[in-house]
């Protein structure tokens, strides 16, 4: 399984952005998944369904299944979060796994930058960032620069640079 991150600060289009790459890596005949980091209060669970009441009661880990799809919560009852090396352990292999976030993972990464940005680049401290999606005509890089708005442009460099 091939690894790449969709990085960059909150804002600036990783998601827009993963909406348009996961379809056009499938239409070139890969098969795609993602990994979301997500902040510390995020809960998919809902008060009063069976499910949360399962995990109040102290269960560590509830798996939820429908004939449409199953979801698998686990308490980090230690207080610590998962390492992206774990996470990736429980995702059933595909060509090429998607990352949005995890950004002080070590693990080869697409930068979205844009000029509206509140920080520096990630690049300019990130090593392993490989390039920078961007609609951006200021940005001063060596990296190779990707147009933000064509997703064709960034599935074929993911391509190129992972397969």
Excluded: C, Q
């Amino acid at each position: 399984m091939k690894v790449i991150g969709i990085s960059g600060w909150s804002g600036n289009g990783k998601t827009t952005l993963l909406e348009r790459l996961i379809p056009a890596l499938i239409a070139k005949g890969y098969s795609v998944s993602t990994l979301k980091h997500a902040h510390h209060r995020f809960d998919i669970d809902k008060p009063g369904k069976d499910s949360f009441r399962h995990r109040e009661a102290g269960a560590r880990e509830v798996l939820i299944s429908s004939a449409n799809r199953w979801a698998l919560m686990h308490e980090n009852t230690n207080g610590e979060e998962a390492g992206i090396k774990e996470l990736i352990a429980k995702l059933e292999p595909v060509d090429i796994l998607l990352v949005e976030g995890f950004k002080k993972e070590n693990f080869p990464k697409i930068e979205v930058w844009r000029d509206e940005a509140d920080a520096p680049p990630l690049h300019l401290t990130d090593k392993t960032v490989i390039a920078v999606a961007t609609d951006s005509d200021n940005l001063k890089t060596t990296l190779p620069l990707l147009d933000l708005n064509a997703e064709e442009e960034v599935a074929d460099f993911i391509v190129e640079n992972l397969i």
